[in-house]
């Protein structure tokens, strides 16, 4: 059964400075990894999805890296900003097509 | 704006209460999926709908009925639930279930509160 962590739970940094957000899953084969936002008792917003062929999607500030042989995935967002405080969510499609999510991290951008 | 829409956004309901939940997609995919979000828990899939037909069923207790009479609607009946099925609702839909490119898309949730 596929496992999703994410470490650590919250994070909190000065504006400005880069994130780096993990996301680690015990089944490697898995089809693709998507990344996640979600704002206070909002819905989720799709950030950038990896599929099992790819090493790394980008988009603006932000780029995610896939590792399958060792399970990692990693979100980079490059000169966070106020704006980018949420909490970001990873979530890997394995066998049975369903997704299976991390528990999120916590992130909190300082002015 | 994700193109998914759910309403009611918020319900508070008794336990004898029978609700039900909608959800809508304008993306034209042929898939739709119901999760729950507790606090401090991971998003766990409850259903899954393929082409209309329900593809999984998360072991979800039967006071949760879900009905997809067509690719763009998809409902959760409620019915006797107990206080411990307070949650954020999210409904998803994809393309369809297979395949590695098949990003899914959220729309904003309906928060519920069993009394």
């Known amino acids: 059964k596929q496992e999703v962590t994410q470490i650590p739970a919250a994070l909190s940094v000065p504006e400005g400075e880069n994130l780096v957000l993990n996301c680690s899953f015990t089944?490697?084969?898995?089809?693709?990894l998507q990344w996640f936002r979600q704002d206070p008792g909002k819905g989720l917003t799709s950030l950038l999805l990896i599929q099992s062929s790819q090493r790394e999607q980008t988009s603006g500030r932000l780029n995610a890296s896939l590792d399958k042989s060792s399970g990692r995935s990693t979100l980079y967002i490059a000169a966070s900003q106020p704006g980018d405080s949420a909490t970001y969510l990873c979530?890997?499609?394995?066998?049975?097509?369903?997704?299976?999510f991390g528990g999120g991290t916590r992130v909190l951008v300082k002015p | 704006e994700t193109g998914v829409t759910q309403t009611p956004r918020h319900l508070v309901m008794g336990m004898t209460n029978k609700k039900s939940l909608k959800c809508e997609q304008h993306l034209g995919h042929n898939a739709m999926y119901w999760y729950k979000q507790s606090a401090k828990k991971p998003l766990e899939l409850m259903f899954v709908y393929n082409f209309k037909e329900q593809t999984e069923n998360n072991s979800v207790p039967s006071r949760f009925s879900p009905e997809c009479p067509n690719s763009s609607h998809l409902f959760l009946h409620l019915h006797t639930l107990q206080p411990e099925d307070s949650a954020l609702y999210l409904c998803?839909?994809?393309?369809?279930?297979?395949?590695?490119?098949?990003?899914?898309?959220f729309g904003p949730g309906t928060r519920l509160t069993v009394l």
């Open positions: 979530a890997s499609k394995a066998a049975g097509n369903k997704l299976t």
């Open positions: 089944d490697s084969a898995i089809y693709n």
């Open positions: 998803a839909s994809s393309r369809e279930t297979s395949g590695s490119y098949n990003e899914q898309f």
